[in-house]
């Protein structure tokens, strides 16, 4: 297994479509993504905490609740200082992502349910990453646990749709677990009490929620 947390990193190149510094690296042969928090554009509606704790705390509901979409990820010193580093994962391919994540496929419809529960305002589709017909993996969850509603997402075919029993047992950890210390290091505490309001929210509607006429629902470009 690649040395995440110790081993050293070498950067290799930039990863130049992205809007804050994302960098490609190695450790010990094996690739990996690095974002330091010094190259983080500041963001108006994120005046607290920085964009590298979203991504790990989206790792820890991703982890915690066995949904299996962002690959492993730590928050560690690098050569520009602490930032994310998460292990690369490289998408399939041979799979039409747009037609994929449009479908109503159950790795699809899981993803849907853990941007609902973290908020993720930047869900396109070049953050879908599909690996075979029994994963998917999701980049770039920096842009979540907003304490307002935020979500943007290509992945609406749910909506107003009912939850599973399952799906309602989800909900019903993630409540839980954003209550412990691992994220009260990482958000503050009127974002995690937003989280829980949310995540309550759902239980009562009992449904995929619907898109806002208050924000855009899909985020631009949706690619």
Not at 93 to 115: G, K, N, T, W, Y
Not at 131 to 142: E, L
Request: some cysteine; glycine content about 8%; hydrophobic content about 40%.
């Amino acid at each position: 297994m690649i040395k995440l947390r110790d081993g050293e990193i070498t950067i290799i190149g930039r990863i130049t479509d992205a809007s804050n510094a994302t960098l490609l690296g190695e450790i010990g042969g094996s690739r990996v993504v690095y974002k330091p928090i010094a190259g983080e554009r500041p963001l108006w509606d994120f005046s607290d905490g920085n964009l590298a704790q979203r991504e790990y705390a989206s790792f820890l509901v991703s982890e915690k609740l066995g949904f299996d979409i962002v690959p492993r990820t730590i928050l560690r010193e690098g050569p520009y200082g602490v930032g994310m580093v998460q292990e690369w994962c490289e998408p399939n391919p041979e799979v039409d992502v747009v037609e994929f994540s449009q479908s109503d496929s159950p790795l699809i419809r899981r993803m849907a349910l853990f941007d609902i529960l973290i908020n993720n305002g930047d869900r396109k589709f070049g953050h879908i990453l599909p690996i075979d017909v029994t994963q998917v993996r999701g980049c770039d969850h920096g842009v979540t646990f907003n304490v307002e509603n935020r979500l943007r997402t290509v992945l609406w075919q749910w909506a107003g749709e009912k939850f599973t029993e399952i799906e309602i047992d989800l909900i019903q950890q993630f409540i839980k677990e954003i209550r412990s210390s691992d994220f009260a290091e990482l958000l503050t505490e009127h974002e995690i009490l937003a989280a829980i309001d949310r995540a309550e929210e759902f239980l009562r509607s009992e449904v995929f929620p619907h898109p806002s006429d208050e924000w855009p629902a899909i985020p631009w470009p949706p690619f």
